[in-house]
């Protein structure tokens, strides 16, 4: 088994959207605010707003419990939060759908990915590509997904479950 790591926001809800507009966020790169305040915005957030069934992206729930069927992946979620409110609204989410056959690892905004796990042979699966290159350089697999499939370099994916097409039933790559 290969162990995959999968990204919350962007890959398994779609709650940047909505959470931008809630918030007031401009997201046409006009510059409304300093980071610092839009991370302000972001810690004191109520997430219970956007961490919701109807973002659900691309049936990833559905696709993530087929991932767990195949047994090729020992699966962990792997999601950056800007306050302890938004990381147990986002574990309870999970756990409503996932019992106990994964690993949630929550992970500070200002800490990077490959921090926190070890990255070296490990899939992650993100929609930012910014972590998907320090993935990368930590020498982890890196697996982007975008609705509209824009590779910006990395494999690219639209549905979780098309990871099934990328790697075989020991987790190792197809070419
Ligand atoms: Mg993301």
């Not at 790591?5 to 709650?15: A, P, W």
């Not at 990833?60 to 409110?85: A, G, P």
């Amino acid at each position: 088994m290969r162990r995959l790591y999968i990204d919350f926001d962007g890959v398994v809800l779609d709650t940047i959207p909505p959470l931008y507009e809630k918030l007031g966020i401009d997201t046409s790169g006009v510059d409304n605010g300093s980071a610092e305040e839009k991370i302000q915005k972001f810690a004191n957030y109520d997430y219970r707003n956007v961490v919701k069934d109807k973002y659900i992206l691309n049936d990833s729930i559905n696709c993530i419990k087929k991932l767990l069927d195949s047994k090729r992946f020992e699966i962990s979620f792997l999601s950056h939060v800007h306050s302890l409110d938004e990381a147990i609204v986002k574990t309870k989410y999970l756990r409503r759908h996932f019992k106990d056959d994964t690993t949630i690892i929550i992970v500070p905004g200002k800490i990077s990915k490959t921090k926190m796990v070890h990255s070296e042979g490990a899939i992650l699966v993100d929609d930012f590509s910014s972590n998907l290159r320090e993935w990368q350089e930590a020498g982890g697999i890196a697996v982007r997904f975008n609705q509209e499939l824009e590779s910006k370099g990395f494999k690219v994916i639209d549905k979780l479950d098309q990871l099934l097409d990328m790697f075989d039933e020991n987790g190792d790559e197809i070419c």
